[in-house]
């Protein structure tokens, strides 16, 4: 395979490095002093940047206004909100515009897509079930209903509920064949209940009960839903990096200016060694990335279907993000704990994306069981 990144990719990491510039992660609320939500919104008007600079139709399709460009495309994008804390749904929206463009039908792609590419409509997806730990795709039910589909059930923790227009939620039809329903806030037999992340963002509760959705804003499509969850995975492994990353560079910073007994911090070889372990697990949580959303975007065959890609993305980005900043608070040591210090932001950030993404032992299953049941070596 050939990681490298063709001009059309490059230049989508180059805009959103012009976008992502103005934000400062200093002023990025600390849930230690905000009591609630740190803001009642997302940002709109990075949103607004991010719609100017075409960056939210990214995915759409030259002739439905977007840049035609793939998961990878999104991944650079993604890796450089997550360096600086960008308070926007740019992966749920993104990935949820995938879905229904190659998914969807006519009549959601006329009433949906040009809206939300430029920003005009906003989406939100619920994949996180009933309790964050059981299947997303199983914590809601649907059943037909003349030519409407009754929902019913619960999704927790689902981000930006408050604010978006559109929730796509995941629902077992027929005991188990996953379809995608577009839910409006606010929608008869839905009720949000307020729901807050590690990270201070105010998240939702989704409670549906007999939420009638009409036929043209179901998806009933075999592959939607596994196409919008792995497109969430990588999206969330790629705002880890950028994360991780920005985290070992303000580690880098301080240690090299901080002294004890008239030298740098970085000069011992006890906060050098650690620094390095931390580097190593960035470039892992890198490459396994690159690898798991090349074989999204290109469809590529592999020796392990592509789930085990995305397992092995997981595990080094839940395991490796919280290394990196579990790291950088101990060299850090009194600055760690300051909550007026960005580093303070940051890890409560990471602790919000390695629950996103699970725990690692479980991905570390479920690779077990890929290999097993494809007798790879």
């Known amino acids: 395979m050939d990681f490298t990144f063709t001009e059309e990719q490059q230049a989508a990491a180059e805009a959103a490095r012009g976008v992502f510039a103005g934000v400062a992660p200093d002023a990025v609320p600390s849930p230690a002093l905000t009591p609630g939500a740190v803001a009642d919104d997302f940002d709109r008007a990075l949103w607004a940047r991010l719609a100017d600079a075409d960056l939210l139709s990214l995915l759409l399709a030259e002739e439905r206004g ?22 926007v749904p740019l992966l749920e929206h993104s990935a949820a515009l995938a879905a229904l463009q190659s998914y969807g039908g ?10 939300a590419g430029r920003g005009e409509l906003v989406l939100t997806v ?6 964050g730990h059981d299947p997303a795709e199983r914590a809601v039910t ?7 589909w009754l929902l019913d ?14 929730v796509v939620v995941p629902a077992a039809a027929d005991g188990d064949r996953p379809l995608l329903a577009l839910v409006p806030r606010g929608h008869e037999g839905v009720v949000l209940a307020e729901q807050y ?13 007999s939420a009638r959705i009409a036929a043209r804003d179901v998806v009933d499509a075999e592959g939607a839903w596994d196409m919008l969850r792995g497109l969430l995975t990588v999206g969330t492994c790629a705002l880890a990096l950028g994360l ?21 911090l970085a000069t011992f070889q006890a906060v050098a060694v650690q620094a390095a372990d931390r580097y190593i697990d960035l470039r892992a949580m890198e490459a396994t990335l690159w690898q798991a959303a090349w074989r999204l975007a290109s469809g590529a065959p592999g020796a392990l279907p592509v789930a085990g890609d995305l397992a092995v993305a997981k595990i080094w980005a839940a395991d490796g993000v919280r290394r990196v900043v579990q790291t950088a608070q101990h060299l850090h040591g009194g600055f760690g704990a300051d909550v007026d210090y960005p580093l303070h932001r940051y890890h409560a950030w990471a602790k919000h994306l390695e629950l996103s993404l699970g725990p690692a032992a479980a991905h570390e299953e479920a690779l077990g ?3 097993a049941t494809h007798r790879l070596g």
Do not use: I, N
């Not at 998961?71 to 360096?83: H, S």
């Not at 059930?153 to 559109?166: E, I, R, S």
């Open 66 to 87: 977007g840049a035609g460009l793939d998961a990878v495309a999104l991944c650079l994008v993604l890796r450089e909100a997550g360096r600086v804390l960008a308070r």
């Open 106 to 115: 006519p009549e959601q792609a006329s009433a949906v897509l040009a809206r």
């Open 126 to 131: 619920a994949a996180h079930g009933r309790t």
């Open 142 to 148: 649907a059943r037909r209903d003349g030519d409407d």
């Open 153 to 166: 059930g619960v999704q927790t923790a689902v981000p930006w509920a408050y604010d978006a227009d559109l």
């Open 197 to 209: 992340s590690t990270s201070g963002e105010r998240l939702g509760e989704l409670r549906l009960d």
């Open 244 to 264: 991780g990353e920005r985290v070992l560079r303000m580690t880098a910073e301080y240690t090299g200016k901080r002294e004890q007994f008239g030298f740098p």
């Open 369 to 371: 069981d890929l290999l």
